[in-house]
């Protein structure tokens, strides 16, 4: 079931206390503006096939600086209409013709959101036609007389608290956000309740309190409080990798996740990635865990021919596991042959993905050694490997 992510970043934000600043949006959140917080959940989540991100027309230059170079998974922004209802139709439009099976709706000003949510609402599509992340009221309700007394105590069982994500088939919700805006009805305020008003089977699924949307100035401040809880002192470490790898016969190389056709091939028990093999190293080395022959010895038959991605993939899990952040990796490719820069943006793009991180995290650069030494000669390549990450202190 191919799932993507529709994150609606139009509003104005005036209730956040911004009144002459930047919509709440793009506010700073812990050294990262709110937008980058939610897209960087949704792209951390392996089911998210792509994100989409709903932008007012004013905000380009905004949401370019908030994303920096594109996300693996991000799309082109698609510019929204006057209100929420609006832009969230824009949205699935410029989604119909990929046609995915599903589509994840969630508000940019709710960046505390998990994705452990993410899953819960996903796994709920499988048995509904949508899903909503919701959380059971706790608090007594009590109606106002109008004067500012009250006027009775409302009974609170069976109510929840909408959030978002709230995810749904595509065509379904589509349909009904048709129909909504042929008939000229508004005042819905959430996807849920068009969702409803059209006939669908809609399940609720636990959220969480953290998951709140930014509205007021205190809610940005509590934001701030949470993150900086649940992201206690980190510590910055470095490690450095280094690979070599003779040419024999063959017609491609792979080179940083990329496959080059080229007169002969790397020789290695695995597909003798060099760049990866460094890169593999160095993420190791960041968190002090032994080297890749420790993990992946060349003794074991099952690592014949093995992608490289795979050990990469796997370091970046251990960084995950230590409660790791990876905050750059550099890779220098030494080679005559064949050349690196036709396929310098590929590669970066190939790596950012088996990180999880962004493209521009991620350099990739190639020198030669001036026809000195075995790469001079064209025997072979090297390749050095950087990589930066944040730890636990």
Partial sequence: MKAVALIVAAGRGAR????????????????????????????????????????????RDLYAAAVGESFPKLTAPVLGGATRQQSVLAGLESLAQA??????????????????????????????????????????????TGTGRIAATLPRDGLWKAQTPQGFRLAP??????????????????????????????????????????????????????????HPALETRTGTGFDVHAFCPGDHVW?????????????????A??????????????????????????????????????????AARRVAARGGRIVNVDLTILCEVPRIGPYREAMRTAVAAMLAISVERVAIKATTTERLGFTGRGEGLAALATATVELPA
């Fill in 16 to 59: 956040a206390g911004r009144e002459g600043l930047a919509p709440k949006q793009y506010a700073p959140l812990a050294g990262r503006p709110v937008l980058r917080h939610s897209i960087e959940a949704f792209a951390a989540c392996p089911a998210i096939a792509n994100i989409t991100v709903v932008i007012h027309a004013d905000d």
């Fill in 99 to 144: 046609a995915p099976d599903c589509v994840l709706i969630h508000d940019a000003a709710r960046p505390l959101v998990t994705p452990a949510i993410v899953a819960r609402v996903l796994a709920a599509l499988a048995e509904h036609d949508g899903a909503i992340a919701a959380e059971p009221l706790a608090d007594t309700l009590k109606r106002d």
């Fill in 173 to 230: 919700i589509l349909a009904a956000h048709r129909r909504v805006a042929a008939e000229g009805r508004a005042g819905f305020t959430d996807d849920a309740s068009i969702a409803e008003w059209a006939g669908l089977d809609v399940a609720l699924v636990p959220g969480s309190s953290a998951n709140f949307k930014i509205t007021t100035a205190e809610d940005m401040a509590m934001a701030e409080r949470l993150i900086g809880a649940a």
């Fill in 255 to 271: 080179l940083a996740g990329v496959r080059i056709a080229h007169d002969h091939r790397l020789d290695g028990h695995s597909d």
């Fill in 273 to 314: 990635d060099a760049p990866l093999h460094a890169l593999t190293d160095a993420l190791l080395g960041a968190i002090g865990d032994g080297d890749i022959g420790q993990h992946f010895p060349p003794s074991d038959p099952a690592w014949k021919g093995a992608p490289s991605r795979l050990f990469v993939e796997d």
